[in-house]
């Protein structure tokens, strides 16, 4: 029902309407081609049984309150430290999401005076966290070490004197492709300055026990990572791992944590059951061999499981995703602002819920839509 209280909320969303942007609820259709739960634990009865066991046990669903408070529960603190233990990292803290996670950490961490370089095409809820925030802060190109270094420069040139961060994803959720952390560890080593790492995408896909891209960095002293919980390990959450001193910062300062209702303590459980499930190698290599026959189908390879089909024009990206789905595939098409104007795409995202025979028939639909549409348009971003 129109409401006249409403009239600028009204009038916007009949913009979108007119642009086409106009965004609603969908419900999940066909095979899993769209959701982050790349190795199938979301559903997988392991986590199942992990939950009745904590039930069992008496573990609650909800915490009541803050961390602060009286929310803060055993298993909380288990899997800070079992977390911890996994990824090599002095301490970690969980959070309800990553993205509270990402605005708290930059809302809180970065200082007045202090410089935060990110990746233009880093998550949003990085750049909700730093407008938040009291730093500085400036874009660099994507995935261009030398960009990095130049805006540390010429901020040190112009007169800065703080510490400063530099903000990236490790690999990155639109295009699949991965940052140049050797690189950027150069220029953080160099310019004494801290990295701060997503692995949003990585964590249980890469790196020896599913420990992500940045396995090899963690514990360092410079070195902060976020790990989310709600895609590769299935289920809900973010963990926040660095020095000590970081996640007592947070405890103390990030108002995204000390203000919020604490994450369920049940949820905490089956995170500690996820993170020895994503250990398991063989769920990686089932991945890859779906990776493989994707890439093999389509021609192309991001060397990771999100694989973009870039068709520039918004109509047509959304009118072959809902081919798609009709023909059984749940296939998401992504258009602006979530990815720059002309780059709408489809983003294929393959995981364990999906067969190597169902990946082939994507494939072969997808070019027949294509084939008998327009000129066939495949091409990674």
Known sequence: MDSPFFDAQAADLDRLSEQGRRRSLAKRVGVDFASNDYLGLAASPELADAAKEAISRGVPVGSGGSRLLRGNHPEHEILATEAAAHF????????????????????ALPQRG?????????HASAHDGMRLGRAEFVPARHNDPEAFERAITNWRNSGG?????IAVETLYSMDGDRAPLTDLADIATRHEAI??????????????AGRGLAAHLEGAPNVITLRTCGKALGCEGALVCGPEVVTDFLIN??????????????????????LKLSADDGLRD?????????????????????????????ARTMAVAAKLQRAGFDVRGIRPPTVPEGSSRLRLSLTLNASQNE???????LAHILETQEPACLATS
Not at 88 to 107: K, R
Not at 114 to 122: G, K
Not at 195 to 208: I, M, R, S
Request: net charge negative; hydrophobic share 45%.
């Open 286 to 314: 089932a991945l890859r061999v779906r990776i493989a026959t994707a890439e093999q189908a389509l021609g192309f390879s991001t060397g990771s499981q999100i694989m973009p089909v870039v068709l520039g024009e918004e």
């Open 195 to 208: 990295l701060l790492l997503d692995e949003a995408h990585a964590t249980g896909v890469f790196g020896p």
């Open 114 to 122: 202090d410089l935060v370089v990110y990746d233009e095409l880093i």
């Open 253 to 274: 300062r990030a108002r995204g944590f000390i203000f919020s209702t604490a994450p369920s303590p049940l949820m905490a459980s089956c995170v500690r059951t996820a």
């Open 161 to 165: 004197t703080g510490r400063t961060w």
């Open 359 to 365: 990946i082939k028939a994507l494939c072969e639909s």
């Open 88 to 107: 090599g990292s002095e301490s970690a803290l969980y959070f309800s999401s990553g993205f509270a996670a990402n605005g708290a950490l930059l809302a």
